[in-house]
């Protein structure tokens, strides 16, 4: 576990080196990563979105593919397509740009649902088809979506159903103005992700990603997650609660979570924390509660103080 600790730990110094001030979110990246799940960060542009993919996925040694996505793109720009080739008189098959390790798909509501449910299948499935046959994807495979908040002329936003793919929605936000000088500073002659090397192999990545899945979860903890989960269903103000894919996916969260932080058990400051990514953006809120100015993250966070906080009976093994 130790071992762990200090490739995460180059991992996130490697991306420091890049990404000024954005720890948390690097962070929550690598979880994401190694609880093979994915992110959607929504902000506003310039703030380092793309930046951050390709730093993560340079300092993993991870084959990096963009997918760009505006109105008029097709599915099989996403999954690719069979192009026949006059030589050999058969057709042959051109991967697209999701045959990749870590997939930056770039304002991900700019295209069409047809579109996007390309991506979100393979998301989900691991896998896509093309001309009737199904193609499995690399692994690891993850992928980090981009979506601009501010401009709605256009664009096709992701339903519910699709947003609860994503493991994570989360905000960069600004730099403060200390951390945007050294921006400035880092900038100035260079850029620094032109100079990012790998600090860990895809092998050690896997092996990592298989060493999570053995983090230990108490009963305790299971029914702490179950009950947080519950009560976004029942809150006065949700129309639709968190589903049981949202109790699995912060389970997984948390077991990356304690596995980042040196420990083969979650405990349940690891769930509290990590709701507020995981549970929000798969709520639906009734619609007077957005007319009185609620958000669900305002209700995840009174589920979160309003839930007792279970005894631990034992938490490690």
Do not use: W
């Not at 997918?67 to 030589?87: A, C, E, M, W």
């Not at 096709?156 to 493991?167: G, S």
């Not at 979570?257 to 995981?278: C, E, M, N, S």
Request: hydrophobic residues 40%; negative net charge.
């Amino acid at each position: 576990m130790e071992t762990s600790q200090l490739q995460v730990k180059r991992i996130l110094d490697n991306i420091g080196n890049v990404m000024i001030g954005k720890e948390h979110v690097a962070e929550l990246s690598i979880v994401a990563l190694l609880a093979g799940g994915h992110v959607l960060l929504e902000d506003v542009p310039g703030v380092g979105k793309t930046l951050m993919v390709r730093s993560l996925a340079k300092s993993v040694g991870a084959e990096f593919k963009r997918i760009q996505f505006t109105p008029d793109l097709l599915p099989s720009d996403v999954t690719g397509s069979s192009i026949y080739n006059p030589k050999e008189l058969r057709f042959e098959f051109r991967p697209g740009p999701i045959m990749g390790n870590i997939v930056l798909a770039d304002e991900i509501n700019r295209t069409s649902p047809k579109t996007q449910a390309a991506l979100l299948e393979g998301m989900e499935e691991a896998s896509v088809t093309v001309d009737g046959n199904t193609l499995s994807l690399g692994s690891p495979f993850f992928v980090m979506a981009t979506q601009n908040p501010i401009e709605y002329e256009g664009t096709y936003p992701l339903p519910e159903a699709q947003l609860d793919r994503f493991l994570f929605k989360m905000n960069m936000g600004y730099p403060t103005p200390d951390e945007e000088v050294q921006i400035l500073h880092s900038t100035e002659k260079r850029q620094p992700i032109n100079e990012l090397q790998s600090v860990i192999t895809l092998e050690e990545l896997q092996e990592m990603q298989k060493r999570v899945k053995e983090v230990h979860v108490d009963v305790t903890v299971k029914e702490y997650i179950v009950d947080l989960v519950n009560r976004t269903r029942t809150h006065q103000s949700v129309y639709l609660g968190a589903s049981p894919r949202g109790s699995v996916a912060l389970m997984k969260a948390a077991q990356a979570y304690a596995f980042i932080h040196g420990r083969d058990y979650v405990l349940p400051d690891d769930v509290q924390y990590l709701a507020k990514y995981v549970l929000p953006h798969r709520i639906i809120l009734k619609s007077e509660a957005k007319f009185e100015g609620m958000t669900a993250e305002q209700v995840v966070k009174k589920v979160i103080d309003r839930t007792p906080i279970p005894v631990q009976r034992s938490m490690s093994r």
